[in-house]
């Protein structure tokens, strides 16, 4: 309800407000909008109604062209300057909409005047203790009731107000009083061209430049270029111009809160205080430079601010050297280089004024100094170590903080050069431990090292929920050889005896040969300890520790360093390291190339397969890597001396940890030393878990280098003088391979005819695999039992094609399995001349030959009978009883000749068979007595003698 009443109120005032106010009837018809913007102060609805308003195609051309200029405005106050341009570039051409009034707008105008000139008597008349009645108006002296019928007016109040006011001005007091300042209060924020001129002239006047200075929070839309803000910004007194900024002397403020609108100077964004700032005198630079921290800029608005500050610090107003050091202290400020080069500068002063400085950790935007350039971070770090030199370190205060934070932050986003200047910065007394032990490095860990008992205090004071140990923060990548004095010092000491395995550790890691003296040194009195990293997720023997230590050392191929390991690899007990240990040192000796790596090959074992600390990271046991082709770094061990060595190692029933094939990477495994490897003892090889041998890898590159057409000179060589052999195990050679068949086709026969069954039976499947390289008459003779059967399983299943005479005589083999397959393939070759031979198999010891030969018999003789039954059939000669009857019934049917028909039923009744009964009863009825009577005589004779 009160939206309507204010907007149709409202429409009525739009009839006459102002000399040059728009006629009615376009201005009634975005009443609403208006009302919303004017009266509601609610510019967002504002907003939403006039952009309506504009696509309403309902509404007159010049409803909307007008909503487009209200709308612009509505914009600007809501800081939106750049849309607002875009939405009405025309706007100086507003004046042509207003045309002259018609006598009815002159009518309405002149009577909301009277109405105005009530109020403001109404106004003035009204005596007020304070700047506010008890109603709270929206402008000064008056009620709120009072304050919505003059915004309600508008326009064609403003003569009356200027009229009052001018009044006003001549009384004695000069016209201060809250009435006359919420009127201009009304005059700022209703404005127009009358209202405009009235304020600039107050700027003149004595009395009224203070008063229109703090009312001035009041004016709707903030444009520093126009003339009436420039008469009081410009104004040559500061005092008039800073009560314009900040509202005057009254603070708390209804201006500030004025139909929600804030002070001009809180209004302002960052561009329009710029700009004030680089026209306007100190005073305008100083205050902007107090309100700009808090305001979002950009690197260029950032760089004009920092321009301000060259010059308070280069001047001489302390009050503008008093804001510019503000401004560096700020968030905003410190986005930047130059403002944090400058503050850097800055901060012995500030440390002793203890002048606050906005910390990184307080804002969002935290200055990241990864952000600057590599000369920018230089600089800043320059600065800061001259700044940390001059600044008191017994006073600690929010500039130390600061300082600290800025010296952290570059520490995390830095380099060496940077972390080597915070340490100096440390040791000044800035607590910087923290930082510094999260960027230990090569190029600094000595340094740190060196003030271990001061890392160790600081850690113990400051750093919450840290390691409890300084030395957890190194790492071996740390070490240098520079450490080891420093090392081995610390390991000294008795109060840190609890970490001397760990300093051990890192001595090794230092890459400095002196290291092993203190290494065995260790070896040889801690053996049986067992030590934690400090810290903890880390723990293992002396052994260990000293075997890992020895491996890094051995990058420097040393020969202090050799002997320390061969040493080590002799050591017996809690002397001796761990089997993965063993490894690696086995394979830091032979990369090398020290030939007493060989002696310990043949003399101990090493089946643990480890990663090479220098090689490819291809997980090896030390015999893979000696046998390999081309290993990773090379050992430089000749093909003589791998070979001598294998032929070395003693040959033990079960020791299959020399090397297993799927060990070894077989592409980097050359031929010769693959077949030294398939001719060794089979047992001492070993078998896999996936069941191969040396035999079988070495026979299965055989076959992939035949198909591929390479050459296997070497392979072959081995291939021939191994095939067959008794002390080769046959299960290597599979009989898939086509290429092995007719290579090695005479070989293969000669394994078909020898005494092994197992190579016998692999060759005939070989052979089998290459077509034509062996017949079945010769498998069927072989002198194996399994040859034998695998031949007749294949014929039985017809995959061989064989003369029944060959089959025949399998049937005297000495194997049942043999003798059973050829009497159920005789059975389906129902072949005549096999039934003595399967008559004597019925007396089988095997039931299962017993029982084929007699399926095989029955199967014979049922192929025989029904031969000969349907030959004749098929001759037309079948002389069966059942076919005879068959054909005299036919003949004797009716309808055939008479004659025909007798001599029939008599043969029927001399074949006496009982089928024909049925027809004869039938027939003896026949109308034909000499019918009738032969078909009885006939039954007579069925029923004396019938056949069966």
Request: aromatic share 6%; glycine share 8%; charged share 25%.
């Amino acid at each position: 309800m009160k939206h309507i009443a204010l907007t149709g109120l409202f429409a009525v005032s739009l009839v006459a407000q102002g000399q040059e106010a728009a006629r009615p009837k376009f201005e009634l018809e975005i009443a609403a909008a208006i009302a919303a913007e004017t009266q509601e102060r609610d510019l967002p609805k504002a907003e939403r109604l006039y952009r309506a308003a504009i696509a309403d195609q309902a509404l007159s051309k010049e409803a909307r062209r007008y909503a487009r200029y209200r709308l612009a405005g509505v914009l600007r106050m809501l800081g939106k300057n750049r849309e607002a341009r875009e939405i009405a570039p025309d706007a100086e051409e507003l004046p042509r909409l207003v045309a002259q009034e018609s006598a009815q707008d002159r009518e309405r105008r002149a009577e909301l005047r009277n109405k105005a000139r009530e109020l403001v008597r109404e106004i003035v008349a009204t005596p007020r203790r304070g700047m506010l009645s008890q109603s709270g108006g929206a402008f000064f002296g008056m009620t709120r009731a009072q304050a919505d019928r003059l915004q309600w007016i508008g326009a064609p109040a403003v003569p009356e107000v200027i009229a009052a006011l001018q009044q006003q001005m001549a009384e004695p007091d000069g016209g201060d009083s809250p009435a006359s300042r919420g009127l201009v209060q009304f005059l700022w924020n209703v404005g127009g061209p009358r209202a405009e001129r009235f304020l600039i002239e107050c700027a003149r006047d004595d009395v009224m430049q203070g008063i229109a200075a703090d009312c001035a929070g009041a004016i709707r839309v903030i444009d520093i270029d126009a003339p009436v803000l420039r008469a009081y910004l410009d104004h040559e007194d500061w005092a008039i111009v800073r009560r314009l900024l900040q509202g005057g002397p009254i603070q708390g403020g209804f201006v500030q809160s004025f139909g929600g609108m804030r002070g001009i100077l809180a209004r302002l964004d960052a561009e329009q205080m710029l700009a004030l700032a680089e026209r306007g005198p100190t005073g305008m630079k100083a205050a902007m430079l107090r309100e700009l921290p808090g305001r979002s800029l950009t690197r260029e608005q950032l760089a004009r601010a920092h321009a301000l500050v060259e010059q308070a610090i280069s001047g001489t107003d302390p009050e503008f050297g008093k804001a510019a050091e503000l401004f560096l202290c700020s968030t905003e400020s410190q986005q930047s280089s130059t403002g944090l080069v400058r503050l850097v500068e800055r901060l012995p002063d500030l440390q002793r004024r203890n002048v606050p400085i906005a910390p990184w950790h307080d804002h969002r935007r935290q200055v990241e100094p990864r952000r600057f350039s590599r000369m920018d971070t230089d600089e800043i770090v320059a600065k800061l170590d001259g700044a940390a030199r001059r600044m008191d370190r017994g006073q600690r205060n929010n500039a130390v903080s600061w300082a600290e934070s800025l010296m952290a932050a570059l520490v995390e986003q830095g380099d060496d050069a940077t972390v080597a200047a915070a340490i100096g910065w440390w040791d000044l007394g800035f607590d910087l431990a923290g930082v510094l032990l999260r960027h230990i490095s090569k190029q600094n860990a000595v340094a740190l090292l060196q003030r271990y008992d001061a890392l160790a205090g600081a850690s113990a004071r400051s750093l919450t929920g840290a390691d409890p140990s300084v030395l957890g923060w190194f790492r071996p990548e740390h070490m240098s050889p520079e450490a080891l004095p420093v090392l081995a010092e610390l390991a000294a000491r008795e109060d840190l005896a609890a970490e001397r395995g760990y300093l051990v550790a890192l001595m090794g890691a230092t890459g400095d040969p002196a290291a092993v003296d203190h290494v065995l040194a260790f070896w040889r009195e801690e053996s049986a300890q067992v030590y934690r990293r400090p810290g903890g997720g880390w723990v293992g023997k002396s052994s260990v520790i000293v075997a890992e230590a020895l491996v890094a050392l051995a990058a420097t191929d040393s020969v202090r360093v050799r002997d320390a390991i061969v040493q080590v690899l002799h050591g017996k007990g809690d002397l001796s390291p761990d089997s993965a240990r063993r490894s690696s040192l086995m394979l830091s000796l032979m990369s090398a190339g020290d030939v007493r790596a060989l002696d310990l090959l043949v003399e101990q074992d090493f089946p643990a397969a480890v990663t090479h600390a220098s090689g490819r990271g291809i997980e090896m046991t030390p015999w893979v890597y000696l046998v390999i082709r081309d290993p990773e770094p090379p050992h430089g061990f000749t093909r003589a001396q791998i070979v001598a060595t294998m032929a070395r190692r003693a040959p033990v029933d079960g020791d299959g940890r020399i090397v297993m094939p799927d060990a070894v990477p077989l592409d980097r495994l050359d031929d010769d030393l693959l077949v030294e490897f398939a001719r060794r003892d089979y047992r001492v090889m070993g078998r896999t878990q996936l069941n191969r041998s040396w035999q079988e890898v070495a026979y299965h590159r055989l076959v992939s280098r035949l198909q591929e057409g390479g050459d296997v000179a070497v392979l072959d060589s081995w291939f021939r003088s191994a095939l067959g052999k008794p002390s080769t195990p046959s299960t290597w050679l599979t009989p898939e391979s086509a290429s092995i068949g007719r290579r090695y086709a005479t070989e293969l026969l000669a394994v078909l005819d020898g005494p092994d069954e197992n190579w016998a039976y692999r060759a005939m499947r070989c052979l089998l695999s290459a077509e034509g390289q062996v017949d079945t008459a010769r498998l069927l003779r072989n002198r194996h039992a399994a040859v034998r059967r695998y031949a007749m399983s294949r014929v039985r299943h017809g995959d061989f094609e064989v003369a029944p005479e060959l089959v025949v005589a399998c049937l005297a083999d000495r194997d049942a399995e043999v003798r059973a397959d050829a009497a159920l393939v005789l059975g389906a070759m129902v072949h005549e001349d096999a039934v003595p031979g399967l008559i004597g198999l019925l007396r089988d010891a095997d039931d299962r030959v017993r029982q084929n030969a007699a399926d095989a018999l029955t199967r014979i003789r049922f192929y025989h009978e029904q031969k000969a039954h349907w030959d004749r059939v098929l001759k037309g000669l079948d002389a069966s009883p059942q076919s005879a009857v068959e054909k005299l019934l036919l003949q004797a049917k009716p309808g055939e000749p008479k004659e025909q028909r007798l001599l029939a039923i008599a043969s029927l009744g001399v074949l006496g068979m009982p089928e024909a009964l049925p027809f004869l009863i039938e027939w003896s009825t026949d109308a034909d007595r000499a019918l009738a009577g032969a078909a009885r005589d006939a039954i007579k004779a069925i029923h004396r003698r019938p056949r069966k």
